[in-house]
Structures are given as C-alpha cells and as structure tokens.
C-alpha cells in the first residue's frame, strides 16, 4: 500500500498510540499516522497521485484552492447521481474547508514555502466513467522545480504520480518555449535521480490563468476562447461528450503550442520521454486580481479538466472498462 507521507510501497501497522484505547494505522517506514478511512478501504478507493509541477506564481496553490471551492459549491451531485468527495482526515478537511472559506471572504492563499508537502487526501466517489479513488494532491514551494537536486529532495511524491501535471502561465513567462522546456528537462532529470522513469507516466501540461491569453485565442484559435468562456457545469453533466471534448481542446493547445508558441522542442521531448502527452487549459479565478484581494466573486474556468485527464490516464483497462461498460 502506497504511504500517503513518505509515499514508500508499505504494510500498514496497527497499533495504540498516545495512550489511546484504539487501534490506528501507522506507517512503518515514517511512522505517520495513515487516515483509517484511507487504509481500510484502500482496494476500493485506491490513490491516484495529483502532483503540481511548475514555476513560483505559475498559479498552483490558487488552482488548488478554487478546486476545493468549486468541490464544496457546485451542485455536481445533481447531474451526477452518486457523486461525492469527502477530506480523509482532519488536515485534509481544514485544507478544503479553509481555502474554500478563504476564497469566498475574497483573499487568496497565501504563496507555498518550500517543504516535502503533506497531501490533502480526498475520497473521490461517483465520477462518471471514473474508478472511485482516493486523491493525494501535493503541492510545493515552485522552487523545487527550478534545480533537478530541489526537486529530488522536496518533490519526490512526483515517481508515484501515474500522470505527472505540468501547471504553466505562459503569460508570466519572458519566452515561453525556453520555460516551457527548462521546466521539462528539469522534470525528467529530477524523476531519473529518483529511480522513476517518465516513459511510464502521461504528462498533463495545463496552461493556467488562461484569461490572461484569451487575446492570443483569436482566428484558428478562437475555440479555445470559446471553450474557456463556456460555463462546464451544465456540460459537464453530459461526461461522455465532455471528455471527448476535452481531447479536441487538446489536440487544438498542441497545435496552438507549436504553431504560436514554437514550442516544437518541447513537444518532441514530451512526446518521446512519455507514455503520452495531453493539453488543456484552466483559469482558476476567472479574472485577473487585485493583489492579494478579490474584487469579484471567482468565476473558475475548466478547472476540473485536468482532473478528469489524471484520472482517466491513472486507471487503465479492466476497471475503467467495467465501468463503462456498466453505463458508468
Ligand atoms: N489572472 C489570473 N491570475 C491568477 C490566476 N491564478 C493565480 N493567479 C495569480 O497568480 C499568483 C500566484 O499564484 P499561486 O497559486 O500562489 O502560484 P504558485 O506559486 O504556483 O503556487 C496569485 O497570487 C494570483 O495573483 C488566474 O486564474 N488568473
Ligand atoms: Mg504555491
Ligand atoms: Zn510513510
């Protein structure tokens, strides 16, 4: 069983602790104390790792909070009938009700420090055309991705990511192609020193703060304006039709990264150091804000796309297969 901490292949231990009359889990390689849901129900929500890779402002931590938001205010429940999420443990429940709560006061969080994060572990049940699963998500200080040696020591939860999520703000870069690259190379020489092998994950390369590119969206690109401007909630009923979508708005940011980016060096190391390469794009806020305050109420765009993709690259064959197959 994967150690949500340590993130070690290990055998939870039960045992008292801190003079407690009940058994809790712990892991024996860190010694932390595991959720109990998470344990005991490990086969039937087993994790999937989802892990924000990029630069310093790049706009991870915000993606995060708007996530556990939108989780906590969108009424998904009602177009997918058995879908709920729930935090795993007390950390997890302060981390989403707290950054939910935040962005509802108008502030946003505040910039990550540079430390081996602890995950926020949500159970994530009822996904249409997904397995039910337990998600890890990690999330750092960016400097941890600036140097291969910062990466090995503050990010190793990355070997255990079955798709690793690149998060780029192509606006906050001086040349996007040389970034979008320092970044990939930086990546795949941090994971090698850590015994893990890109060949065997699917990368997600997400642009985020993508209302900040809508201009750029013009001619040949304006889908993706549209896409972006969209409101997903009512489409995201429809999660047939919504993830094929998703791969055209994919094939579309490839050649958009090529074609206007000329990112082509990126590509190819993309495409030949990974199982497989997606694309989308995410505006956590919707706007661009005031400093550290909201004027308005955010308004997130497509922020569950990437999810959708780790999870659907996360779970290959029988289960998936069932599952659609059962209509589901
Ligand atoms: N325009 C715009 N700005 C954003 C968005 N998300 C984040 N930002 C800005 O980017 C800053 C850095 O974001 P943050 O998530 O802390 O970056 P991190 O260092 O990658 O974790 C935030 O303080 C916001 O001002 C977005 O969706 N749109
Ligand atoms: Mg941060
Ligand atoms: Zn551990």
Same mark, same amino acid.
């Not at 998060?167 to 870069?173: E, G, K, Q, V």
């Not at 047939?240 to 990264?257: G, K, Q």
């Not at 980016?261 to 190819?268: P, Q, R, S």
């Given at each position: ?49 989802? +892990? ?39 950390? +997890? ?61 503050? *990010? ?113 190391? *993309? ?58």
């Amino acid at each position: 069983m994967l150690c949500p901490f340590c993130i070690d292949d290990v055998k939870f231990k039960k045992e008292k602790t801190g003079g407690r009359s009940t058994l809790v889990y712990l892991c024996p390689t860190c010694n932390e104390q595991v959720p109990a849901l998470y344990a005991k129900d490990y086969s039937k929500y087993p994790p999937v790792v989802i +892990s924000a890779i990029g630069f310093r402002q790049h706009g991870k931590t915000v993606y995060f909070a708007t996530l556990f938001y939108t989780l906590k205010k969108l009424t998904l429940a009602r177009d997918w009938p058995d879908f709920y999420t729930m935090g795993l443990n007390e950390d +997890s429940l302060d981390t989403v009700y707290g950054n939910a709560r935040m962005l509802d006061d108008g502030f946003l969080p505040d910039s990550t420090p540079k430390n081996f994060p602890r995950p926020t572990m949500i159970r994530a049940e009822g996904v249409p055309m997904q397995p039910d699963c337990s998600l890890l998500m990690f999330d750092t200080g960016g400097e941890c991705f600036e140097k291969p040696t910062q990466l090995v020591q503050f *990010a190793g939860f990355v070997r255990r990511a079955e798709a690793a999520m690149l998060l780029i703000s192509i606006a906050d870069l001086d040349d996007a192609r040389a970034g979008m690259q320092q970044l990939l190379n930086t990546y795949i020489v941090g994971l090698g020193e850590l015994s893990g092998n890109t060949k065997n994950q699917d990368l997600i390369v997400v642009f985020t703060k993508a209302d900040k590119l809508v201009g750029r969206f013009t001619g040949k690109w304006n889908a993706l304006a549209t896409y972006l401007i969209e409101g997903s909630v009512d489409a995201l009923a429809e999660t047939n039709t919504y993830l094929a979508r998703m791969h055209e708005i994919s094939e579309l940011l490839r050649d958009f990264t090529e074609q206007e980016l000329y990112a082509h060096e990126f590509i190819n190391a *993309a495409e030949s150091n990974f199982k497989s390469v997606s694309f989308s794009i995410i505006s956590a806020l919707g706007t661009e804000p005031d400093g550290a305050e909201l004027s308005v109420e955010i308004v997130p765009r497509r922020i569950l796309d990437p999810v959708l993709w780790v999870m659907e690259k996360s779970f290959d064959g029988p289960v998936r297969s069932l599952k659609r197959w059962l209509g589901w």
